[in-house]
């Protein structure tokens, strides 16, 4: 298996909802990466996580959460998020920090 | 603070032309260089990375260069088909960081 997925492709959420995104490969790398893309820009890094442990947060809103339970699984838990936040959010993995890295197709999220 | 620009914003040719696509970057110390495709609304698809300590990279009809003492990298395609037509976005990583920066991107349409 040599890609990252990701689900949902797509997510509608009300600001007071609570939902996650899921990213997983198996391709036994040990850093995993969460970017923000808005419409027409380049990738943001949002967190990055290596053997596990968060190594990167790029101060973002704590209405985001990230949470790596394994080497291969990668979520996102959103909270009260703005409209602002509707964006495409692209997951990635390396094996290890600061090697080539291979990105996921990405949620699209939109916030109500 | 390192910044990464890429001109042209955007590109039309026809169908069969070999182009150049440019990269530069402000902070020469860096770690490595990554030419990414994008396609509207999808994930990012790797093309070559090229490591601090090289010059060259080729995959297919694709070859990347680096030149660090001059802040630059150029993406050279040759022979040009329809489903080039993308987004080309280059990145780059420190030396001593664990932050990809990248570029605003090069919108690539080529003509049949």
Request: net charge positive; hydrophobic share 35%.
């Amino acid at each position: 298996d040599t890609e990252v997925t990701q689900t949902p492709k797509h997510l509608v959420m009300g600001m007071t909802n609570k939902k996650s995104l899921k990213c997983e490969q198996h391709m036994g790398h040990r850093a995993m990466y969460w970017y923000k893309q808005k419409a027409k820009k380049p990738p943001e890094l949002m967190f990055v996580y290596s053997y596990e442990k968060l190594s990167i947060n790029e101060s973002v809103p704590s209405r985001f959460s990230p949470e790596c339970p394994n080497s291969s699984l990668l979520n996102l838990h959103l909270h009260a998020l703005q409209p602002e936040d509707s964006a495409l959010y692209l997951c990635a993995s390396s094996p290890i920090l600061r090697d080539e890295q291979f990105f996921g197709p990405g949620t699209r999220l939109t916030v109500l | 603070k390192q910044e990464v620009t890429q001109i042209p914003a955007a590109l039309s040719v026809p169908e069969g032309e070999n182009l150049v696509l440019n990269c530069s970057f402000t902070d020469s110390a860096i770690y490595n260089l990554q030419w990414f495709r994008q396609d509207p609304g999808k994930g990012l698809t790797s093309l070559l990375l090229i490591q601090s300590s090289q010059r060259e990279q080729t995959s297919g009809r694709l070859n990347a260069s680096l030149d660090k003492s001059s802040g630059r990298s150029t993406l050279y395609i040759a022979a040009s088909q329809p489903g080039d037509s993308a987004t080309y976005l280059c990145a780059v990583l420190n030396t001593g960081g664990f932050k990809t920066i990248f570029g605003a991107g090069t919108r690539l349409f080529v003509k049949a």
